[in-house]
């Protein structure tokens, strides 16, 4: 891997370890203010939401710029939604701005890799990326539960500043006050990111024109015969994996009495079983065989369903850990396919955009989804079978829809198949 590599990697790291730390902090200050319960899933698809909202522009805009530039921009972006969290704003309000930052950063942060990395090396670095991705959600959530919880909170709330009244007086305060650290280390990673020789595309000014070409740009993945299956596994599976950090503190609350600070650990766990299965696929799976995976899919719906009869820490561990690392060892692969044919197909930060729009469309829809079973008073068990049901039945789906592809388009598969193959030397 080039030099390059491991700073982007660093700078990932740090911003991530703090959208997820933020994101606990934000559910225990939505539990001190007393908010209705319904606030607390909607946390998910309101950082999902401007990445749906803005997926034109974000990606043309990463097409435009120095890509090291962008991630830097985007991380004061999360700043500023830190500062709004702490000093009044609603936090549902605030995470959507940090969902700002995070849509602006994520076309460069990955669009910069088929720009650094030869095709044969994506799988590999997608693995790498994944698994520190997933590695930084890990330490930000049970960072962010411990921050609030009764060792470490009282140490950030005894820290003083003579002659300056800082306003942070609560647990979920001072954890938020720490996250803006983590987004500065992130921002001076964002500074070392080298310059690639791929030429910048130009930005169009007019709003209209940005629009049609992402929606050509859409279109375009969606009607190739790969691509429209990569896209739709792991737009689901996003949508998944988005959604159940949040519905674990539900579900742990529910089936074990546990708080936020124990239910953070839980979550953690599922996101190390995610960090093996993305790690074992990055060194075993290969570009061209990434479809085999598909039928894995239906397994995490049916595993999600079967949460529902897990009541003891024992056997919640090791299912919690099987449930992340199908959804890890499944993502790697398609991503990495994804990608191949988005760069084949128009720039590499539009083909990021329009994943994320996708992805986090997703996101939004399932959150969404889930937030309404809990304001139409369903209990997180019913709750969480429905989504598992959808989850599986949307999978088979998509199973079948390859298979279909095949069979009537088997030419075109076969010589899709025939350039990743090619493109793996």
């Not at 590599?5 to 730390?21: E, G, H, L, V």
């Not at 709003?207 to 070409?213: E, K, Q, S, T």
């Not at 279109?219 to 674990?248: C, E, P």
């Amino acid at each position: 891997m080039k030099k390059g590599f491991y700073t982007i990697m660093a700078a990932q790291f740090f911003s991530s370890m703090a959208d997820n730390a933020l994101l606990v902090a934000a559910i225990e200050l939505l539990k001190s203010d007393n908010a209705p319960a319904w606030q607390i899933p909607a946390l998910a698809p309101m950082f999902a939401l401007f990445y749906v909202l803005l997926a034109p522009f974000v990606g043309a805009f990463a097409d435009a710029v120095p890509k090291g530039r962008v991630m830097f921009f985007s991380n004061s972006i999360k700043v500023l939604g830190c500062l709004m969290m702490l000093f009044g704003g609603h936090p549902l309000v605030a995470y959507a701005v940090v969902g700002l930052g995070a849509a602006a950063y994520s076309p460069a942060k990955y669009g910069i890799l088929t720009e650094l990395l030869p095709p044969s090396q994506l799988v590999k670095a997608n693995g790498w990326v994944e698994g520190l991705t997933i590695a930084s959600i890990i330490l930000g959530i049970v960072v962010g539960g411990q921050l609030i919880g009764p060792k470490l909170s009282p140490l950030l709330l005894g820290i003083d500043f003579p002659g300056f009244e800082t306003g942070v007086d609560t647990p979920p305060e001072a954890a938020i006050a720490a996250m803006i650290l983590l987004y500065a280390i992130a921002a001076a990673f964002n500074l070392y990111i080298p310059r690639t020789e791929a030429p910048l595309q130009a930005l169009s000014g007019s709003p209209i024109a940005l629009v049609r070409d992402f929606s050509g740009c859409n279109a375009r993945l969606w009607s190739d015969k790969l691509g429209q299956i990569s896209l739709a596994t792991t737009t689901l599976l996003w949508g998944v994996f988005g959604n159940l950090r949040v519905i674990v503190f539900a579900w742990a609350a529910a089936a074990l009495g546990y708080g936020t600070t124990q239910a953070s650990n839980l979550a953690g766990v599922v996101i190390v079983g995610s960090v093996f299965g993305a790690l074992f696929a990055s060194a075993f799976m290969k570009l061209d065989r990434a479809v085999r995976v598909i039928p894995l899919g239906i397994i995490v719906g049916i595993l999600m369903i079967g949460l529902d009869l897990v009541t003891t820490l024992w056997v919640a561990v090791p299912f919690l850990i099987v449930l992340g690392a199908l959804c890890g060892f499944l993502i790697v692969p398609m991503n990495a396919l994804l990608q191949h044919r988005g760069h084949n197909l128009m720039g590499a930060g539009r083909s990021i955009a329009v994943q994320n729009f996708n992805e986090q469309a997703c996101i939004l829809g399932l959150g969404a989804f889930y937030t309404g079973m809990t304001r139409l008073n369903l209990s997180a068990f019913a709750a969480i079978a429905v989504f598992g049901l959808v989850v599986a039945g949307v999978m088979e789906l998509i199973r079948r829809w390859h298979l279909r592809n095949a069979v009537t388009h088997r030419d075109e598969v076969e010589r899709l198949l025939a350039i990743a193959r090619s493109d793996r030397h």
